[in-house]
């Protein structure tokens, strides 16, 4: 038993050095071309598949898992950092992959005597070379398991390939098509049977080559694979849609309100809050998986693409079938996507006019506070003219009683001065300095409050 890595080195050169230092990424993306190298598969072959979703499961889990296998105790954690091994037995290989959300397991085996004519599901899984309790014991949960079953045969005899493939199935309806230029045809009926494998075979020529039947197995498991990841997004869009619909509503409601002068903004606002964030918690929490469905559904495209099917007369293509079940699931899944991006944009709007709102009331409210600030200073000004004039006034009285005080106390020494007198004739030019000082205070402030 060997087990192969998917990596790849360059060996050491004596060349000169030609070239400026390497990108740290440039050897890990080149090489990212050979990372899964399909299959050799010899016919006539059985290819157990089992896929599972590797959420909170650990690749040391995984590897601990793997160690169970016969001579195995020796495989190391670091055979696995390249989310790729396979490991090669004296009668079968099995192939490990690990993908961002699930990690595929494929045994490739000879095809075991009668199993095919029988169909018989118990009698296939005690033919396994691989124990089905460490099958069962796999870490994660299943999203997919398939056996195929592949045979040399004569593709352009219709007849003698429903023959073979009606024991398989059990006798159940299947799609048929053909691949290439009738180089293989692949047959399924899309049955979970009680063991919870799908079945499929593909009938190749007898010159077809092992690398073209490992390809022809690699598309037909990836694209029921990616087709079930893609389907998860359905029960998601499913769940969220009446929570979408009561959200609408209620935006709806909202914006009606802010037609009124009478709502409150803080009512409308705390609404508008309380929406928003309901409808951000569910974008965090689903938009990965709509995002996810869309890549997906584009892989399986692509799969079907890469199949070239070609139709026999009387059946549905494998093709045909999937995407008329699958288109219906995508664009209720793109639109729930689309649903949830638009009521975020229209809560954000809405957001907008209620801001816009507030803000004008707020701009009102301010407007009259200034006019009532203008009229308060305008009634000060009109006091302080008349505190002024007052001010102006009683310091004039109490110049001129210094005045007429002088002028007594001038003419009890014997000088010849009317006190009354020179009170009365100092009235006017008292007045007068007095006013023109106020004046030069005010200019001075003035000046100063520039």
Known sequence: MTSDIASHTRSPSALPKALPSDDPLREVLHNEVHARPP?????????????????????????????????????????????????????????????????????????????????????????????????AAIPGRTVAAITLAMINGDVDDVAAMRATATPWFEGRETVVSLLGIKRSCVFTDFHLRESGFERLLVVSPPNTS??????????????????????????????????????????????????????????LLTQLIHLAARVEKATSEHMYRFSATRAYSGLVEQRIEQLRETAIPGTQMVGEFLLKRLSPAMATVQATAQRLGSLSQRIERASALLRTRVDIATETQNQMLLEKLTKGQEL???????????????????????VLYGGKAAKAVGLPVNPEMLAGAMIPLVLLAIWWGVRQIHKKLHAEGH
């Open 39 to 135: 299959a050799r598969i010899r016919l006539p072959a059985l290819v157990v598949y089992v896929a599972v979703l590797n959420e909170g499961i650990s690749r040391e889990q995984e590897w601990r898992h793997l160690q169970q296998l016969p001579d195995q105790e020796s495989l190391t954690l670091a055979q696995l950092h390249g989310n790729f091994l396979r490991l090669r037995f004296a009668n079968h290989t099995l192939k490990w992959e690990r993908h961002t959300e699930f990690t595929r397991y494929s045994i490739v085996q000879a095809l075991p005597d009668h199993v095919l004519q029988t169909g018989d599901e118990a009698e296939l899984l005690r033919s396994l070379v691989v124990d089905p309790a460490w099958l």
């Open 210 to 267: 092992e690398l073209r039947s490992g390809r022809t197995s690699q598309r037909l498991l990836e694209l029921e694979t990616y087709r079930l990841m893609a389907l998860r997004g359905l029960p998601v869009a499913k769940e969220i849609s009446a929570m979408l619909t009561e959200s609408e509503a209620q935006l709806a409601v909202i914006t009606a309100r802010m037609e009124s002068a009478d709502a409150s903004d803080q009512d």
């Open 380 to 402: 000060q000004l009109r006091l302080q003219s008349t505190v002024e004039g007052l001010s102006i006034a009683a310091i004039a009285y109490y110049v001129i009683s210094l």
